[in-house]
Nanobody
Framework: QVQLVESGGGLVQPGGSLRLSCAASGFTFSRYAMFWYRQAPGKERELVAHITGTGGTNYAESVKGRFTISRDNAKNTVYLQMNSLKPEDTAVYYC?????WGQGTQVTVSS
């Protein structure tokens, strides 16, 4: 069955960095676009970034220049490198492919 397992979240100070990982299994990873979403308390889930099977990327305006999405098709893993983090980046971050979602990983940006 399809599984998406996120890791790498945590507590970080403003201006800091984190790298999220999403390990995928149960499907032909390289054929599918992968997505990172986030959901802050009291807000709707929003798309942060996506990457096509061949590496094309797109970002939400709020994270452009700070976040980088990448993938390693040999490891069936997608990453989200987050730099210059702000308190407003605090959210649960989810990995998605097609109709499948991971369980989420909490990112908290606070001093």
């Amino acid at each position: 069955q399809v599984q998406l397992v996120e890791s790498g979240g945590g507590l970080v100070q403003p201006g800091g960095s984190l790298r999220l990982s999403c390990a995928a299994s149960g499907f032909t990873f390289s054929r599918y676009a992968m997505f990172w979403y986030r959901q802050a308390p009291g807000k709707e889930r929003e798309l942060v970034a996506h990457i096509t099977g061949t590496g094309g990327t797109n970002y939400a305006e709020s994270v452009k220049g700070r976040f980088t999405i990448s993938r390693d098709n040999a490891k069936n893993t997608v990453y989200l490198q987050m730099n210059s983090l702000k308190p407003e980046d605090t959210a649960v971050y989810y990995c998605k492919s097609a109709m499948y979602w991971g369980q989420g990983t909490q990112v908290t940006v606070s001093s």
